[in-house]
């Protein structure tokens, strides 16, 4: 089970790195309208999400600074940030890391049980399984952010 759900969230991880590949900076932090965010809201949102999912739950080991999740979480947008977020290159590259350190879980723990339920989630494994549907939406809320801004 492990490895379908990790081959899963490397097709959405890989979907997503290919998405962002060569954006210019006025795509990155344009917020066409209709939409909420930026795409370079959803590359950090996305990295934070499956930081706090991955590394968050039980074990609390979250490799990112405290304040990504005032910048990136739920109800954030880049209307509130300070002027020292981090760069989209930045995001883009600590979620490649973020990836190395996901293929080291080991097998064992995709079928531990967690603490309490999160999103209906009841095993470490389901929980990744959410993490990788999740970034597959913010993947394509991406894909359809730059066909709207390149119109």
Do not use: C
């Not at 932090?29 to 999912?53: A, K, R, Y």
């Not at 005032?70 to 954030?76: P, Q």
Request: glycine letters at 6%; hydrophobic letters at 40%; a negative charge.
């Amino acid at each position: 089970m492990s490895h379908l759900i990790m081959s899963q969230f490397n097709i959405t991880h890989d979907a997503l790195m290919n998405e962002i590949k060569d954006l210019d900076k006025a795509s990155l932090d344009t917020q066409p309208e209709g939409f909420n965010n930026t795409i370079h809201w959803h590359i950090g949102h996305v990295l934070t999400v499956n930081e706090q999912f991955l590394f968050g739950f039980p074990d609390n080991t979250d490799h990112l600074p405290a304040r990504y999740k005032d910048l990136f979480g739920n109800g954030s947008k880049p209307a509130d940030w300070p002027e020292d977020v981090p760069s989209a290159d930045e995001l883009a590259d600590q979620l490649a890391s973020q990836l190395e350190r996901i293929k080291e879980i080991p097998e064992e723990k995709f079928a531990e049980k967690l603490p309490e339920a999160v999103l209906g989630a009841q095993t470490f494994g389901e929980l990744t399984a959410v993490a990788a549907f999740h970034e597959g939406n913010h993947t394509g809320r991406i894909n359809t952010m730059k066909k709207v801004l390149n119109k």
